[in-house]
């Protein structure tokens, strides 16, 4: 048969302890063994006391051992969950680096194609910028030819234009020549009118005296009327001769006006022409500076042009290498995007796998947890009531133990000195006996 450790029995055992201490030994023993016997019961219920609460705090170790193991066996079950975590994110990781390593690979690859096609673009740029040179240089070489012909085109037209400042001088001096036999002429015709004029003045002059001798008497009147016709006739006649003479005079100044003019277009074209050939000569100067500048220009242009096309070949390579350069960055940062983007959102993938397997076991721990605290707790509460009642029963045990004790010891001092007291009577009384008989001897 067994016993078990529960409250009851370390309520026992301090009951038994507050018993001893508060046994009662006198008139149950001799007076002699009473010390002893109580020595020996203090020492026992101290022991019993000291068993008692050495069973209770073996008891809260155990409790304590047991939370502490469980505890134990949570964090192992954490920290197997962590390792299985970080199992999983070195999977991930090497599963990224493996993507990594294929992406850049097809990135190379990429790159090297890109890279063949930059060069022969680079080279169809090139054969382009020596078919359009050879181009240039062919329409330079028109450019050139077209000029020699202008140039000389336009010296035959100056030639043309002389010859035919001349021919218009020619034609000018006839026409100056003609005009002055016209102005002469028509000088001679006006000369002509006007004796005419005159000899018909005179034959109606003498007529009109004739006329008027015979006919002096009826014909006054007439007379005075051809008289005053006579004279508006003779007025109409010198205003008629005045403007002939206008004309005339008209027409000379318009002769010599059109021989200065015709001289002076022979000297203007005169003029004109020194200054079409001093023009051409200048124009064939300045025809042969401009081919020689047009040649110069179009040397220092093939000259630009090969500079050019060397310097766009260079640039092309600097950009053929830079857009290589750009494109390979490109594509590396497009596969490390992608190769990131796959590997966050295999480690999201991952991670909410593992946030929801922790979170399972977090739920998991926490219930376990919520449970074995609540466990404790009604451990705890239950343990501190029965401390609280072992501890009230010690209390009260102990005050009746000390109430006892005080009254033992103040019974057993009374007692005593009662005894002491009987004694000391008794050896008073036994003094007192000898000297009573020695008196009454």
Do not use: G
């Amino acid at each position: 048969m067994t016993t078990k450790l529960d409250p009851k029995f370390t309520t026992l055992l301090t009951d038994a302890a507050a018993k001893l201490e508060s046994l009662e030994l006198l008139p149950k023993v001799l007076a002699e063994t009473a010390p002893a016997l109580k020595e020996t019961a203090d020492a026992l219920a101290q022991q019993l006391r000291a068993f008692a609460t050495s069973l209770t705090e073996a008891q809260d170790a155990k409790t304590t051992a047991d939370i502490a193991e469980k505890e134990a066996a949570q964090r192992a079950k954490e920290e197997a969950a962590a390792e299985r975590a970080r199992y999983l994110a070195e999977l991930l990781a090497a599963k990224e680096q493996a993507a990594a390593e294929k992406a850049a690979e097809k990135a190379r690859l990429q790159e090297e194609k890109e890279a063949a096609k930059l060069q022969a673009a680079a080279e169809k740029e090139a054969a382009q910028r020596a078919k359009e040179q050879a181009a240039a240089e062919k329409a330079a070489e028109k450019e050139r030819l077209i000029a020699e012909k202008e140039a000389a085109k336009q010296q035959a037209a100056a030639e043309k234009e002389a010859a035919q400042l001349a021919k218009e001088q020619a034609a000018a001096e006839k026409a100056a020549e003609a005009a002055r036999l016209a102005a002469e002429k028509e000088a001679a015709r006006l000369a002509k009118e006007q004796a005419a004029a005159e000899a018909t003045a005179e034959r109606a002059r003498r007529l009109a005296e004739l006329m008027a001798a015979k006919e002096q008497a009826a014909q006054e009147k007439a007379a005075e009327k051809a008289r005053l016709q006579e004279e508006k006739e003779a007025a109409q006649r010198a205003k008629e001769q005045a403007a002939a003479e206008k004309a005339a005079e008209k027409e000379r100044l318009q002769a010599e006006k059109e021989a200065a003019r015709i001289a002076k277009e022979q000297a203007d074209a005169e003029k004109a022409a020194e200054k079409a050939r001093l023009q051409a000569e200048k124009e064939a100067a300045k025809q042969k500076a401009a081919e020689e500048k047009e040649a110069a220009r179009i040397a220092k242009e093939q000259a630009d042009a090969e500079k050019a096309a060397e310097k766009a070949r260079l640039q092309a390579e600097r950009e053929a290498a830079k857009q290589k350069a750009a494109e390979e960055k490109e594509a590396a940062r497009l596969a490390a995007e992608k190769a990131k983007a796959e590997r966050d959102a295999a480690r999201e993938t991952e991670k909410e796998q593992a946030r929801r397997e922790i979170e399972a076991m977090k739920a998991a721990t926490a219930a376990m947890r919520a449970k074995q605290e609540a466990e404790l707790e009604v451990k705890r509460k239950a343990e501190e009531e029965a401390k609280a009642k072992r501890e009230a029963v010690a209390a009260k045990a102990r005050a009746e133990q000390e109430a006892k004790d005080r009254a033992r010891r103040m019974a057993s001092m009374a007692t005593m000195a009662a005894d002491k007291a009987a004694m000391k009577e008794e050896k008073k009384q036994a003094e007192e006996k000898p000297a009573a008989a020695t008196q009454s001897e």
